[in-house]
T-cell receptor, first 107, second 115 residues
Framework: GQSLEQPSEVTAVEGAIVQINCTYQ??????LSWYQQHDGGAPTFLSY????GLEETGRFSSFLSRSDSYGYLLLQELQMKDSASYFCAVRDDKIIFGKGTRLHILP | NAGVMQNPRHLVRRRGQEARLRCSPMKGHSHVYWYRQLPEEGLKFMVYLQKENIIDESGMPKERFSAEFPKEGPSILRIQQVVRGDSAAYFC?????????????FGPGTRLTVL
């Protein structure tokens, strides 16, 4: 079967750094994406990794290791507005989403 | 430069009625995806369409659910004879497929409540 595993919840302090991990098991693989979703809102695209390594976009970075079927999203200088759910998604012949990690940020 | 539009934003139906959800993709996007999200859950793929063509409907229940994306007009997700278990948020996304990469842009969703 196809599955993506990510922690259900993570808590961090404002200004700190947090890493959200994602492991996947899929029949095919083109790339790993990350999406952010605030409560009651729509998912918004954050990043995409097709190749191994780290991609940096401002305070957010995403990493992929294809040999380990593993990736992570790194959020730096956390702000209260970063409180949201974060989904990893694998592109096979369609996009398969994980169940999401709810990020709680403490002041 | 409007994003993906969905309507209605909220829809209430009684058991046995039909629900019609509409999605207009971003300008220039010819690929539409429908997802269902239950509370505290991830997005579950339902169907992938291009204009006048269903590409992949492997995530859509065989009965009561249908989807279309006509040459003109929005994509429609139709749920016939709704049941309480159909209550969920339904998101539509659109993309321009470029090679093996297709960032998806999501609409605001339709929240369906079945009484």
């Amino acid at each position: 079967g196809q599955s993506l595993e990510q922690p259900s919840e993570v808590t961090a302090v404002e200004g700190a750094i947090v890493q959200i991990n994602c492991t996947y098991q899929t029949s095919g693989f083109y790339g790993l994406s990350w999406y952010q979703q605030h409560d009651g809102g729509a998912p918004t695209f954050l990043s995409y990794n097709a190749l191994d390594g780290l991609e940096e976009t401002g305070r957010f970075s995403s990493f992929l290791s294809r040999s380990d079927s593993y990736g992570y999203l790194l959020l730096q200088e956390l702000q209260m507005k970063d409180s949201a759910s974060y989904f990893c998604a694998v592109r096979d012949d369609k996009i398969i989403f994980g169940k999401g990690t709810r990020l709680h940020i403490l002041p | 430069n409007a994003g993906v539009m969905q309507n209605p934003r909220h829809l209430v139906r009684r058991r046995g009625q039909e629900a019609r959800l509409r999605c207009s993709p971003m300008k220039g996007h010819s690929h539409v995806y429908w997802y269902r999200q239950l509370p505290e859950e991830g997005l579950k793929f339902m169907v992938y369409l291009q204009k006048e063509n269903i590409i992949d409907e492997s995530g859509m229940p065989k009965e009561r659910f249908s989807a279309e994306f006509p040459k003109e007009g929005p994509s429609i997700l139709r749920i016939q004879q709704v049941v309480r278990g159909d209550s969920a948020a339904y998101f539509c996304a659109s993309s321009v497929v470029t090679g093996t990469y297709n960032e998806q842009f999501f609409g605001p969703g339709t929240r369906l409540t079945v009484l």
